[in-house]
């Protein structure tokens, strides 16, 4: 697989390195973007790359505004049929933006990654490849009462995992979620703290959602979690038009954190439940609380 990156900025910077850990030998160039361009261009042809080469992936890390309209452009001239565009603050890439790279890209594959670490596995051979080493981060944790050793399957594209993962080692198996928070931030994440309205949340919380998921998946359980009470759950009712979905970051972002199961009763993976209380606010019965207890989930292997 050959891939071309479009770079901007320091958040640019710091993928661009991670990436190159993972995939050397198959980036055939990078270019990059000044990160001092007004966010709204009328004509961005000029600012396309000469002399291009065959590339099978486009990736545009840290391209704020229509700047972003080249990826398509510049697939067009590699020949890349498949598009990662990191979506790190929400003036990046606004929806109507969204809208018109699709526009533009034809029969091309476009996958906006919001934050870039919920990319995932979907069904394209070059975003597949890129996501069999980067992108929503897996890990196993091996140990008893200590965390004996920890193996990143999966890194987040920045290599916030890798970090983390060091960090884990040799401290107790049930502070390590809430330590494994303490370093995400350490680390930094270079995701936005201005909020989203598309998702109701920052992209650094949800980046520490999905953060916090891979902890404890590879752990095996969670040490808190929303919680529906059954009793007077009542998706049934009136007022409720399942809210509690509608507001969930993890859901936004392609997460089955909050379901409504075949008893039409809200059910919330505590897994992937970011604890970040929206649900609570929106549920009219008063349903759902942050619960502190050991939940066990299945652990990856």
């Excluded at 001092?36 to 391209?63: C, H, K, M, R, W």
């Excluded at 979907?122 to 069999?132: A, H, L, R």
């Excluded at 752990?219 to 509608?246: P, W």
């Excluded at 992937?272 to 019965?285: A, I, K, N, T, V």
Aim: include cysteine.
């Amino acid at each position: 697989m050959n891939i071309y990156i479009l770079t901007s900025g320091e958040y640019g910077s710091r993928i661009v390195n991670n990436i190159a850990k993972s995939f050397s030998s198959s980036i055939v160039g990078i270019h990059e973007v000044p990160p001092d361009l007004p966010e709204f261009i009328d004509d961005v042809t000029s600012y396309v790359p000469d002399n291009l080469p065959q590339a099978d992936l486009i990736v545009a890390v840290g391209l704020i505004g229509d700047i972003n309209l080249i990826a398509p452009l510049v697939a067009t001239e590699t020949g890349a049929k498949s598009i990662i565009i990191s979506v790190h603050k929400p003036s990046a890439v606004p929806p109507g933006l969204m809208s018109e790279i699709k526009d533009n890209s034809g029969d091309k594959v476009v996958v906006f990654a919001k934050p870039f670490c919920s990319l995932k596995p979907m069904g394209d051979p070059f975003i597949d490849e890129f996501t069999g080493k980067l992108g929503k981060p897996v890990m196993t944790i091996e140990g008893d009462e200590f965390i004996k050793k920890v193996t990143v399957i999966r890194d987040a594209p920045c290599g916030c995992t890798t970090f983390i993962a060091e960090e884990l080692e040799g401290v107790p198996v049930e502070e390590a979620e809430y330590i494994g928070d303490i370093k995400f931030h350490n680390y930094p994440c270079q995701a936005s703290m201005t909020l989203d309205r598309g998702l109701g949340d920052t992209i650094l919380h949800v980046a520490g959602y999905i953060s916090k998921e891979a902890v404890r998946r590879g752990l095996g359980f969670s040490m808190k979690s929303a919680v529906v009470d059954m009793e007077t759950c009542n998706t049934e009712g009136e007022e409720c038009d399942h809210l509690c979905v509608q507001s969930c970051p993890q859901v936004k972002v392609g997460v089955d954190t909050i379901l409504i199961g075949e008893d039409n009763r809200a059910h919330i993976d505590p897994a992937s439940c970011g604890c970040c209380e929206q649900c609570l606010g929106e549920c009219p019965y008063g349903s759902i609380e942050i619960v502190k207890k050991r939940f066990d989930i299945k652990k990856e292997e």
